[in-house]
């Protein structure tokens, strides 16, 4: 719409100076914003120019006003990327190259804008950005950022805010789009928080979430209205292999209005009427690709001076004495260049936000409490009790001293009013102040209220520090978003110091644990709890206890409620008509949908605080380090180990609840019990600091190991004292017997002495009786001699029986295998073995001399017996079995004969039986195996 006179002017300036400006910038505008490349820098500034003449040439028709317009176009699009020097040089060539009426006033281009009259405005003569939020206060510097912000939002092109940590680039965004809107009652904003674990597909379904199909593939904002995206912390998302999914979607989005479906491959989405607004941190800005930075307008949002914060902070609280802001940004400038983040406290992130957490403590003082006293008391909760390390202590302590020791009295009059606590109560809108003995008295009554709740609260002492700690927890619940780091090992009570703290600013609780399915339910177990918190529900705390890892659901999930009150597709489109309809039925001024969204995220920020525990060592981990939400957003407390004295009242406590009063010197046992654990426990932290320092090797010894050290002993001691206890009655009870035992032996004295003159007459009456012994003794003694000679006959008698006897055994000895083997052999005939001798007509000699051996033992009559000589010239026995051996053979009962031999006949061998077998017997072929040939 411009006419080709005005185009020729301008383009002749450009040609003529843009190039050599950006040349004189370029090595500056590289040291601070690796990224950024002329083509960004001067298409940016072609596209201001063009934009700001459109809007003048209906007024202003002058070559002064092009001219004007085109040097304040170039500066600001190089001087807003480049550093302090940067900006000097763009002055100095401004002053040399420009035209005497189009020249600025002063010599600070960047302190002026364009007026819609086409002349130089000072900026701070005229705040153009009046906003609903109460925390902004945009400088001559910010407004001159925002004003060619707003020029390239009003032609959709996405815009960067590059900038400090802390510096208000986010607040300036929101102002900078809720301006915007009022030009634009139809444009609604969401803002999307990106962290280290954000996925390309968590963020696709966000943003999928806020748009509808309209016709087609192409989808759009809800109810046909233009949609604002905010995307905060932009280069966030960090990927193993660095190809920035996340980044390369916003890309896809920007430059190709559209994205690939999730669910039906190939299938491709155009997105129309969603346009981009993004932040990014110095430190990170080299993350993102040229391909996705080109799309965006790069500018530099520019960190408040000293003078420019002390006068913020006048503005945001006119009540406080200036004399403490001004000590304030003191302090925190001398907090910010001494005590930098390095490998030992990455913690340690000053920004802004800490100068203006001081004032809204401040703001939280009544009428009559001491203001200097309770300025000392916030900045140390703000800048000390993050610091780790005793060193740093002792700086901070000195520079306090330092910055008090010209003002006026009244400061150092009331500095032993920081012995006393400052928090809200929960029926308060002020700090009260509490001294320590009277929240010792709480914390003792809670404890006892909790634990009839059903709270294992057996083991929390409450002792100095911990009433310290408790202190400072509820300071911070107390605050409007109030939320915290809290820094300690495990085993110190953490998570039971923050139940109290809770329970003292009745707040209710909700504990996120690592157990379950806890990442893939944690949108389940968020939602009703911030729809709660964003209801104007009750103050609710989110107390989160344990390991962290970089894809934890729950961090990420807290980065985004910090930062902006909402989580990205926690609540469908219908939940929020549902949060939104319940919000306008309440309020009595009917409001848009996305100012009552924001109502809504405004009040989760309120009332919804978030307590961290973690130990040292996570705190100062990598993968804490990307959750950088966290650290900016909450208030860091880092808990000391337990002083000596604190172990000593731990010990004493634990000691006093297990031992029985009923012990003697159970005090004094209390006593030395403590001060020699806790003597011991301090010794081994020394040696275990030793240990980490020579080996690099860390160790840790927690308040944890103490108590499993108190409760060993204890149990030992018990047992110890239980079986001496029963020594000590078993003791008792014997000296008790040993005492009627006494008693005892006295009686029975008493009764001897009685009893001797007994004994004396019984002796006389013995001496009559010996003498009578004695006489009769010599007539005994005769019959005893006599009794000997009797006795010595009956011995040799026995000697004799005992010989026969033994000779008689020693035979028997002789015989008895021969009587074994006889009976198994008698076991061994059969009666078909007699009936086979029976059918004998002749039976072979060896077996009649063998019947006749076994007639002459049963006593059955024999044939004479006599000799023949046989036909080889041998003598034989004339055997008798024609005459009784036939008919012994066939009696039937032969071999019972045989077998009662041995048990009833075997009385009827004699001498002449023996006599008679003689000649059988002497016999040489009268034997087993001769019978076996046979």
């Given at each position: 719409g411009l006419s080709r006179d005005v185009l020729n002017e301008v383009e002749e300036l450009f040609y003529a100076h843009a190039e050599d400006m950006w040349q004189e910038c370029v090595e500056l505008v590289n040291k601070k914003l690796p990224g950024v490349t002329p083509r960004h820098v001067l298409c940016k500034c072609a596209t201001d120019i063009c934009n700001i003449l459109k809007e003048l040439q209906r007024t202003v028709d002058s070559a002064e006003c092009y001219e004007r317009v085109f040097w304040n176009c170039l500066s600001s699009s190089i001087g807003h990327i480049s550093p302090a020097a940067g900006k000097t040089l763009v002055n100095r060539y401004v002053q040399a190259h420009a035209s005497p009426v189009a020249l600025p006033p002063g010599e600070d281009i960047f302190a002026v804008f364009i007026n819609q009259a086409g002349k130089w405005c000072p900026l701070s003569s005229e705040n153009m950005f009046s906003t609903s939020l109460n925390n902004f206060v945009p400088t001559a510097a910010g407004q001159n950022a925002l004003l060619f912000a707003l020029t390239s939002i009003k032609t959709r092109r996405p815009v960067l805010f590059v900038g400090e940590r802390g510096c208000g680039k986010s607040t300036a965004i929101t102002c900078l789009i809720q301006q915007y809107q009022e030009l634009n009652p139809q444009l609604s904003r969401r803002r999307l928080v990106l962290g280290s674990s954000t996925s390309s597909r968590g963020l696709q379904h966000s943003i999928e979430n806020e748009l509808t199909k309209k016709m087609g593939r192409t989808y759009g904002p809800r109810s046909g209205e233009e949609l604002y995206l905010f995307v905060d912390d932009l280069s966030a998302p960090i990927d193993p292999v660095h190809d920035h999914p996340t980044s390369e979607l916003i890309r896809q989005l920007i430059e190709w209005n559209g994205l690939w479906s999730l669910t039906r491959t190939g299938e491709w989405k155009s997105v129309a009427q969603v346009f981009w607004t993004a932040a990014v941190n110095y430190s990170i800005l080299g993350r993102l690709p040229n391909r996705l930075l080109r799309h965006f307008a790069v500018l530099e949002y520019p960190l408040l001076t000293e003078d420019e914060l002390c006068h913020t902070a006048r503005i945001l609280a006119p009540l406080i004495p200036e004399q403490l802001i001004q000590m304030t940004v003191s302090l925190w400038s001398a907090c910010s260049n001494f005590l930098i983040p390095n490998v030992g406290r990455t913690h340690l992130q000053w920004s802004l936000r800490d100068v203006f957490r001081v004032v809204q403590g401040l703001l939280m003082a009544p009428s009559g409490m001491p203001i200097y006293a309770l300025w000392e008391h916030e900045c140390y909760r703000v800048f000390a009790d993050c610091l780790n390390d005793s060193e740093s202590l002792q700086w901070y302590q000195s520079t306090v001293r330092d910055l008090t020791e010209g003002v006026e009295g009244s400061l150092q009059e009331q500095n032993h009013e920081t012995k006393m606590h400052y928090f809200k109560s929960p029926e308060g809108s002020h700090y009260s102040m509490m001294s320590g003995d009277q929240l010792t008295y709480q914390l003792t009554k809670a404890k006892g209220l909790l634990t009839e709740m059903g709270n294992d609260f057996s083991e929390v002492v409450v002792f100095n520090e911990v009433v310290n700690h408790v202190a400072?927890?509820?300071?911070?619940?107390?605050?409007?978003?109030?939320?915290?780091?809290?820094?300690?090992?495990?085993?110190?009570?953490?998570?039971?110091?923050?139940?109290?703290?809770?329970?003292?600013?009745?707040?209710?609780?909700?504990?996120?644990?690592?157990?379950?399915?806890?990442?893939?339910?944690?949108?389940?177990?968020?939602?009703?709890?911030?729809?709660?918190?964003g209801l104007e529900g009750p103050q609710t705390v989110l107390i989160k206890d344990g390991a962290i890892n970089q894809r934890d659901q729950f961090l990420q999930a807290a980065c985004t409620l910090l930062d902006s009150g909402e989580v990205p597709g926690l609540f469908s489109y219908e939940d929020r008509l549902n949060i939104m309809q319940e919000l306008r039925a309440n309020s009595d001024n009917p409001t848009s949908s996305t100012d009552l969204w924001v109502e809504f995220t405004n009040a989760v920020q309120s009332n919804l605080h978030l307590v961290l525990c973690v130990s040292p060592c996570v705190l100062l981990s990598e993968e804490f380090s990307r959750f950088q939400g966290l650290t900016s957003g909450c208030i860091v407390n880092w808990c000391f180990p337990w002083s000596q004295a604190s172990l000593v009242a731990i010990v004493k406590e634990l000691i006093s609840e297990s031992l029985s009063q009923d012990i003697a010197d159970a005090p004094l046992i209390e006593d030395t019990v403590a001060h020699a654990a806790a003597a011991i426990h301090h010794n081994m932290v020394s040696l275990y600091d030793e240990y980490s320092k020579k080996y690099k090797r860390t160790q840790y010894l927690t308040p944890r190991t103490i108590k499993c050290f108190v409760q060993v002993f204890l149990s030992t001691f018990v047992k110890k004292y239980e079986k001496m206890s029963k020594y000590a009655s078993k003791g008792k009870t014997g000296l008790l017997r040993l005492n009627e035992t006494s008693r005892d032996v006295s009686r029975i004295m008493a009764m001897v002495a009685s009893k001797d003159e007994k004994l004396r007459e019984a002796q006389q009456q013995q001496a009559l009786l010996r003498a009578e012994m004695y006489e009769s003794s010599a007539g005994a003694e005769r019959k005893k001699a006599q009794a000997n000679e009797e006795k010595d006959n009956f011995a040799l008698e026995a000697e004799k029986v005992a010989a026969a006897r033994r000779e008689a055994v020693s035979d028997l000895n002789v015989a008895q295998p021969a009587l074994e083997n006889a009976k198994k052999v008698l076991d061994?005939?059969?009666?078909?073995?007699?009936?086979?001798?029976?059918?004998?007509?002749?039976?072979?000699?060896?077996?009649?001399?063998?019947?006749?051996?076994?007639?002459?033992?049963?006593?059955?009559?024999?044939?004479?017996?006599?000799?023949?000589?046989?036909?080889?010239?041998?003598?034989?026995?004339?055997?008798?079995?024609?005459?009784?051996?036939?008919?012994?053979?066939?009696?039937?009962?032969?071999?019972?004969?045989?077998?009662?031999?041995n048990t009833i006949k075997k009385d009827w061998l004699n001498q002449e039986t023996l006599e008679l077998m003689l000649p059988y017997l002497s016999m040489e072929d009268f034997n087993f195996e001769r019978v076996k040939k046979a």
């Open positions: 400072r927890i509820c300071r911070v619940l107390s605050l409007k978003g109030g939320s915290m780091l809290f820094v300690g090992y495990a085993g110190m009570g953490r998570r039971s110091m923050v139940l109290l703290a809770a329970h003292l600013c009745d707040q209710q609780c909700h504990e996120v644990t690592s157990r379950g399915s806890y990442q893939r339910d944690i949108d389940d177990f968020l939602r009703p709890v911030v729809k709660a918190a061994a005939i059969t009666p078909q073995d007699i009936k086979q001798i029976k059918s004998l007509s002749n039976p072979p000699s060896i077996v009649r001399k063998i019947f006749d051996a076994v007639c002459l033992l049963l006593h059955i009559p024999v044939a004479e017996t006599r000799a023949e000589i046989d036909n080889r010239g041998r003598n034989l026995l004339v055997d008798s079995w024609t005459l009784s051996g036939r008919s012994l053979a066939s009696r039937l009962d032969f071999m019972q004969l045989i077998h009662d031999f």
